[in-house]
C-alpha cells in the first residue's frame, strides 16, 4: 500500500532522517519504534503532509505521491492523531468532527442534524454510545481519544497514524482503544502505531520497525522478535544493561511511616490511604506498586506535603525526628523532593527556560537580600545539564521544546538543587524512551550510591523488579506485601495488588 524509498531530511545541518526506506502493507499494523530522536516524527510528519521538503519518495499503492499539506494528506485518505489531542474542548463532539469540514443545506444553511447522525455512526463504530452534542471537555481522556479516532474516520481514513495514543490512558481506556484498533483492522483500515511501551507494541502490531539515529535498522514480523532483541536494535546494547549494577548499602533507618491514614477527598475522588506503615534506610530504593488507583500516588503526595493535614492522620518521622508537613516548602526544608508523574503540568513551567525550571525550587540558594546571584545560579544550571546529560542547545531554551526524557532530567534536576536526601519518584521513567530509561536509572544508581534513599513508585514491573531493594504493594489504600528483592516476582506483586478485589478489572501490565 504505502512504500517509502530513500527518504531523508534535514533541519539546517541536522540529518533527522537518512536514506530511509520500508514497506507498509495493506491491512496492516505497522508499528514504528525508536528512541526520542530516532526520527519517527520526523517521518510521520511527511506521510501527513506537514513536511514537503525532503528527498526521496513515497509511492501509494505503487504510484509516486507528495502530498503538499495535510489536508492533501487527508484528501488522499492520511490521518494521524498525535500525541497530544488536537480537539477544542469548548466544542461539542460533532463540532469537532467536522471541524472545516461542516455539511450545508441547499440553502447555505449549517445541516447540524446530517453531522450530528453521521457523528452517531461513527461514535457507535468505536461502541462510544454517548450524545454528540455533549462539549469535549466534559468527557474522559479516553473518550476523547476516541473522538480523535472518529475524526480520522470521518475523513475515510485508508492510513491512521497514532502516535503515542495510550499516553495518557488508563489500563481500562487503553483495553477499550485496543479493541476499536483491531476492530478497524477487520474493516480493513491500515495502522502506523508509535509508542515507547513495548508490551502494547507486542500486543497490537503485526510487524514493527526500528529506528536508531535517524536510520532504517529493520523490520520484523512481530512474532519472530522478543523485547530483548528489539531494545537490542533500538539502542545498540543488550537488554540487561539498561539496568545498572547498584553497590549502595542499605544504612541508618531515615525515614519512619506509622500508621498513616489519608481521608477520602471528595471533591478530586481520590483514593484514601490506611493505615500504612514502613521505614526507608540509607541508600535503599523502594518500589511501590499497585493498580491504578491503589494509593501509589497519594502515599507519594502526602510524605511531600501535597494533602491538607486535616485529611492526614499517622506519624512521619525524618532521622527519628516526628514531622508535619502543612506544605512542601516544609517538605523541601526536611530533605524531601518530589518528581511527580506528570511533568508537564506538575513538574516543569513549560513556557519557561530549561534554566528557569531548574532553579525554581532551589531560588533562596543564591539570593543576597532578596537579590539573585545570577552568576551562582547559572554555574548551577550548567553542572546540572552537565550531570544528568540534558541535551540542549541552551540553558534559555524553552523546556517544552526538550524530548520527554530530557523534560524527565530537568524535573530530576530541578529536585536534586534542593540537596534533598530523600527522594519521591513518581512513574520516573513513564512515556520516555528506553535509551532515557537507562541513563534515568543510572542516575539514580549514582544518587543511592551517594547516600541518598528514594522512594518510586511505578506501574512498569521490570523496572520496580530491577531497581529497588524492597517493593511495597498497595492495593485500595491499604499495604498488602512487603517483598524484598531476592523474593519479588511479578506474579506475587500481582497477587498482592489484588488482595482486597472481589473482582479484577484491570489488569497490571509489565510496560518495556
Avoid at 472518529?150 to 479493541?179: Q, V
Avoid at 500516588?297 to 511531600?304: A, D, G, K, Q, Y
Wanted: charged letters at 25%; a neutral charge.
Amino acid at each position: 500500500m504505502l512504500e517509502i524509498k530513500s527518504v531523508s531530511k534535514n533541519f539546517g545541518g541536522v540529518q533527522a532522517l537518512k536514506d530511509i526506506s520500508f514497506q507498509v502493507e495493506e491491512g496492516e499494523i505497522h508499528a514504528v519504534v525508536g528512541e526520542n530522536g530516532a526520527g519517527k516524527s520526523t517521518l510521520m510528519n511527511i506521510l501527513s503532509g506537514v513536511y514537503t521538503d525532503y528527498l526521496g519518495e513515497l509511492l501509494w499503492n505503487g504510484q509516486p505521491l507528495r502530498f503538499k499539506n495535510p489536508r492533501d494528506a487527508q484528501i488522499h485518505g492520511v490521518a494521524i492523531i498525535h500525541q497530544e489531542l488536537n480537539l477544542i474542548t469548548e466544542l461539542t463532539i460533532t463540532e469537532n468532527i467536522f471541524l472545516g469540514r461542516e455539511s450545508y443545506t441547499p440553502l447555505g444553511i449549517l445541516d447540524n442534524k446530517k453531522m450530528e447522525n453521521e457523528a452517531i455512526k461513527l461514535l457507535e463504530r468505536l461502541n462510544l454510545y454517548i450524545n454528540p452534542n455533549r462539549k469535549v471537555k466534559g468527557l474522559r481522556m479516553g473518550e476523547q481519544q476516541l473522538v480523535e479516532v472518529a475524526k480520522a474516520l470521518s475523513l475515510d481514513a485508508k492510513l491512521l497514524i497514532l502516535d503515542e495514543p495510550t499516553s495518557a490512558l488508563s489500563e481500562n481506556e487503553i483495553e477499550k482503544l485496543f479493541a476499536v484498533i483491531k476492530s478497524l483492522k477487520q474493516e480493513g483500515t491500515t495502522m502506523i502505531y508509535i509508542s515507547h511501551k513495548l508490551d502494547e507494541i507486542f500486543q497490537i502490531s503485526d510487524r514493527i520497525t526500528v529506528f536508531r539515529d535517524g536510520q532504517y535498522i529493520g523490520t520484523k514480523l512481530t512474532k519472530s522478535v522478543n523485547q530483548k532483541e528489539l531494545i537490542q536494535m533500538m539502542v545498540n546494547r543488550e537488554f540487561e544493561e539498561l539496568f545498572p549494577n547498584t553497590t549502595a548499602q542499605a544504612g541508618n533507618t531515615v525515614l519512619e511511616v506509622k500508621n498513616l491514614f489519608l481521608s477520602d477527598d471528595p471533591r478530586k475522588g481520590r483514593h484514601p490511604l490506611y493505615n500504612i506503615s514502613f521505614d526507608l534506610k540509607r541508600g535503599e530504593i523502594i518500589g511501590v506498586a499497585g493498580l491504578l488507583g491503589a494509593g501509589r500516588t497519594e502515599l507519594l503526595e502526602t510524605l511531600f506535603g501535597v494533602n491538607n493535614p486535616k485529611r492526614v492522620k499517622g506519624q512521619i518521622l525524618i532521622n527519628g525526628l516526628e514531622c508535619h508537613f502543612h506544605s512542601p516548602s516544609d517538605a523541601i526544608d526536611a530533605g524531601l523532593a518530589f518528581v511527580t508523574e506528570d511533568r508537564k503540568t506538575q513538574s516543569l513551567i513549560l513556557k519557561m527556560s530549561v534554566a528557569h525550571n531548574i532553579t525554581i525550587s532551589a531560588l533562596k540558594k543564591f539570593l543576597t537580600h532578596q537579590i539573585i546571584r545570577k552568576k551562582d545560579e547559572n554555574n548551577a544550571v550548567q553542572l546540572s545539564i552537565k550531570e544528568l546529560q540534558i541535551k540542549t542547545s541552551s540553558p534559555n531554551v524553552l523546556v517544552s521544546k526538550l524530548s520527554g526524557g530530557n523534560q524527565q532530567k530537568v524535573s530530576l534536576a530541578k529536585c536534586l538543587l534542593t540537596n534533598p536526601h530523600i527522594l519521591l519518584l513518581d512513574e520516573p521513567t513513564h512515556g520516555i524512551d528506553v535509551g532515557a530509561k537507562a541513563e534515568i536509572y543510572a542516575l539514580l544508581s549514582r544518587l543511592v550510591n551517594a547516600g541518598a534513599s528514594i522512594i518510586m513508585a511505578s506501574s512498569e514491573l521490570p523496572e520496580i523488579l530491577a531497581m529497588c531493594d524492597r517493593i511495597l504493594v498497595l492495593c485500595e489504600g491499604r499495604l498488602t506485601a512487603v517483598l524484598h528483592r531476592s523474593e519479588a516476582t511479578q506474579e506475587k506483586i500481582m497477587e498482592a495488588a489484588t488482595e482486597f478485589q472481589t473482582s479484577v478489572t484491570e489488569t497490571l501490565i509489565p510496560q518495556s
